[in-house]
């Protein structure tokens, strides 16, 4: 995984075309003071810490390809770089796919759900999306399960 250091604190309105900027070492401000667009930050819902969960998608093939966090900055960023910018809960930084490992995620698109609470990257990923090297962050991970199944009704009498 590639890390960017957060950016120097600067004042809380940061209008969407600015650099890179955001608070050292938290999450971007939510809401008020937003760095997004007035109605996309309004959509919006986070979590405590500010963040919303955004599960990353290949866009031609619709494979689910990881989940990752971002608060408003590292939202901001991917909306307007073309690149995906997460926000690291662990090292509580900024880190944007592929600056070491090469494994690029192009923006294609993003949308919010219906509730305002995730996040659905489309991309169109280069290499390996998970940091073990994997192509998804699932791939041999599955748990075993009671598969359910649809039922037919027919008429009833």
């Not at 999450?27 to 990353?56: E, Q």
């Not at 489309?122 to 090297?133: I, K, L, N, P, S």
Request: proline residues 5%; contains cysteine.
């Amino acid at each position: 995984m590639s890390e960017q250091p957060a950016p120097a604190p600067v004042p809380s309105a940061v209008p969407v075309s600015a650099p890179d900027t955001a608070r050292a070492g938290a999450p971007a401000a939510a809401h008020n003071g937003s760095v997004l667009p007035a109605d996309v930050a309004a959509a919006l819902k986070r979590d405590g810490a500010g963040l919303v969960a955004a599960i990353v998608q290949q866009f031609d093939t619709n494979e689910v390809l990881m989940l990752g966090w971002m608060d408003d900055e590292a939202l901001r960023r991917t909306m307007t770089t073309g690149r995906v910018t997460f926000y690291s809960r662990s090292r509580q930084e900024y880190w944007r796919k592929g600056d070491t490992s090469g494994h690029v995620q192009w923006v294609k698109s993003v949308a919010l759900d219906c509730d305002g609470d995730a996040l659905l990257v489309r991309v169109d990923q280069v290499g390996a999306a998970c940091h073990t090297g994997t192509r998804t962050c699932f791939d041999g991970r599955g748990l075993s399960v009671v598969a359910g199944e649809a039922s037919v009704t027919g008429n009833a009498s």
